[in-house]
């Protein structure tokens, strides 16, 4: 298994609503990481989950709260979400090899708020 | 703060020719930088990573060069094809290859 899954694909929320993203790899990866990426805009990184700790972009608001169950599985928790919210949601594992990082990225969840 | 340009921001080439995507960084101090290619609507897909340590890397008609002192990378692509049309991303990283500031990406448009 070389590969990293999300879900659901895409997701249609509203304002008041409260929903999770889910990202998982079985590739033994030790770092997991979710992405923000808008429309024609490069992705932007908001979490690190690297060797059981987390690092926060600090520009990501706290509606955003990231949740790491397991070493495999990487939730992204949703609560009062924007309309300005709306995005591309990409989460990457990476693994280790000669002293850095190489990492693999999921296909993405669409998310629209209304 | 790391900050990733690149040009041009698109780019439309007939079918067999070869072209050049261009990447610049401020900070020189990266531990990779990696080239990813993104259809519409999708994730990344990783296409070449290149060490710190390293010049260049191949990977069939791709090959992605990295000088650190000039902070510039580019990514050479051979003899074109319409299924090589996508968003090209470069991106440096710092923090053992953690922390990744992607450019804004070059459109590239191969017409048959």
């Known amino acids: 298994d070389t590969e990293v899954t999300q879900t659901p694909k895409h997701l249609v929320m509203g304002m008041t609503n409260k929903k999770s993203l889910k990202c998982e790899q079985h590739m033994g990866h030790r770092a997991m990481y979710w992405y923000k990426q808008k429309a024609k805009k490069p992705p932007e990184l908001m979490f690190v989950?690297?060797?059981?700790?987390?690092?926060i972009n600090e520009s990501v608001p706290s509606r955003f709260s990231p949740e790491c169950p397991n070493s495999s599985l990487l939730n992204l928790h949703l609560h009062a979400l924007q309309p300005e919210d709306s995005a591309l949601y990409l989460c990457?594992?990476?693994?280790?090899?000669?002293?850095?990082?190489?990492?693999?990225f999921g296909p993405g969840t669409r998310l629209t708020v209304l | 703060k790391q900050e990733v340009t690149q040009i041009p921001a698109a780019l439309s080439v007939p079918e067999g020719e070869n072209l050049v995507l261009n990447c610049s960084f401020t900070?020189?101090?990266?531990?990779?930088l990696q080239w990813f290619r993104q259809d519409p609507g999708k994730g990344l897909t990783s296409l070449l990573l290149?060490?710190?340590?390293?010049r260049e890397q191949t990977s069939g008609r791709l090959n992605a060069s990295l000088d650190k002192s000039s902070g510039r990378s580019t990514l050479y692509i051979a003899a074109s094809q319409p299924g090589d049309s996508a968003t090209y991303l470069c991106a440096a990283a710092d923090n053992y290859g953690q922390n990744f500031v992607f450019g804004p990406g070059t459109r590239l448009s191969v017409l048959p």
């Open positions: 900070d020189s101090a990266i531990y990779n």
């Open positions: 989950y690297s060797y059981e700790k987390l690092s």
């Open positions: 990457a594992s990476s693994v280790r090899r000669g002293g850095t990082d190489t990492q693999y």
């Open positions: 290149i060490q710190s340590s390293q």
